[in-house]
């Protein structure tokens, strides 16, 4: 017997339908102690016991069985042990993973926006100074007119006396 046949041949089990329905019933009830559990130990549990179904498996099973329970044990631990909020949705932009050739596309495009955001920010920086001119000729406006209240103040309690 070659190590690939050996490998590939269960121990307890005779038939293949029996093999994979083992496989994917230790998985299943792997997943559902994990589940009567949680409560109690945390959400970690569920990576203590499935590999402990896929181990038994892959021994006692075989090769394309313990696959499919890994398979089983996947989607059981996607589908109802991480946060149902956003499990079943499509990933969005910000969390997609881009090509190389994609994002080589994107940043040989550089260029031109660069040139354009320094183009944009000596605007704003002379906005900035013409603000700051503007502002200090109005503070001088306003120190003038309270100099003015000042007199007037001083004029008012001198006739009130």
């Known amino acids: 017997m070659s190590p690939a046949e050996a490998f590939s041949t269960s121990i ?15 998985t299943l009830f792997a997943l559902l102690i ?4 949680m409560p109690v130990a945390g959400g970690y549990t569920v990576y203590l016991v499935l590999p402990a179904a896929v181990a038994f498996s892959a021994v006692c099973c075989g090769l394309g069985p313990s696959v499919v329970a890994i398979a089983v044990a996947l989607f059981g631990v996607r589908y109802w042990f991480i946060n149902p909020s956003r499990s079943l949705s ?20 550089r260029g031109p926006l660069g040139k354009e955001n320094r183009a944009n920010i000596e605007a704003l920086r002379q906005s900035l100074g013409n603000l700051e001119e503007r502002l200090g000729e109005r503070s001088a406006e306003l120190d003038i007119a309270n100099q003015g209240l000042g007199d007037l103040n001083r004029q008012a309690f001198a006739i009130a006396r």
């Open 90 to 109: 499509i990933p969005d932009g910000p969390t997609i993973n881009w090509h190389p050739r994609v994002c080589g596309r994107v940043g040989s495009r």
């Open 12 to 26: 307890f089990f005779n038939s293949t339908p029996r093999q994979y329905a083992a496989a994917v019933g230790a």
């Open 34 to 37: 994990a589940a009567a559990m």
